[in-house]
Nanobody, 123 residues
Framework: QVQLVESGGGLVQAGDSLRLSCAAS????????MGWFRQAPGKEREFVDA????????YYTDSVKGRFTISRDNAKNTVYLQMNRLRPEDTAVYYC????????????????WGQGTQVTVSA
C-alpha cells in the first residue's frame, strides 16, 4: 500500500516556474515507477511524465518536453515535478501516481493516486 500526497501548486504567471512534490508513505516506494498526470476543467485526465523506480529512465508527453523535469529521491520517498516556462494551457489539477508495472503512460496502469494539487497559470 502506498499513500501519496502532492504539494507545491499555486497561481503563477506565464513564463514562471513551479516545483511540485509528491510524498509517499510506505517502505516500498522505491519499488514503484511514478508518474504525473493532470486534469484541466472539462477535460480527461492526461499523462504528463513518468520515471522508473531507480530514476534512470524518464518519459514525457510532447507538450512538456524541454520545460518539465521529473525526478525522485528514494531516500526521501518523494517524486518531484519541476515545471519551467509555464503556459496558461498547463493550468490543471496535477496528480502523482504509482505503478508496479514499470514505465507506463496510461491511467489504468497506475494503482495508487494522490489527491491532486491545483496549478493555475495566468496569461
Amino acid at each position: 500500500q502506498v499513500q501519496l500526497v502532492e504539494s507545491g501548486g499555486g497561481l503563477v504567471q506565464a513564463g514562471d516556474s513551479l516545483r511540485l512534490s509528491c510524498a509517499a508513505s510506505g517502505r516500498t516506494f522505491s519499488r514503484y515507477a511514478m508518474g504525473w498526470f493532470r486534469q484541466a476543467p472539462g477535460k480527461e485526465r492526461e499523462f504528463v511524465d513518468a520515471i522508473t523506480w531507480n530514476g534512470e529512465t524518464t518519459y514525457y508527453t510532447d507538450s512538456v518536453k524541454g520545460r518539465f523535469t521529473i525526478s525522485r529521491d528514494n531516500a526521501k520517498n518523494t517524486v518531484y515535478l519541476q515545471m519551467n516556462r509555464l503556459r496558461p494551457e498547463d493550468t490543471a489539477v496535477y496528480y502523482c501516481a504509482a505503478t508496479s508495472k514499470g514505465l507506463r503512460t496510461t491511467r489504468a496502469a497506475y494503482e495508487y493516486w494522490g489527491q491532486g494539487t491545483q496549478v493555475t497559470v495566468s496569461a
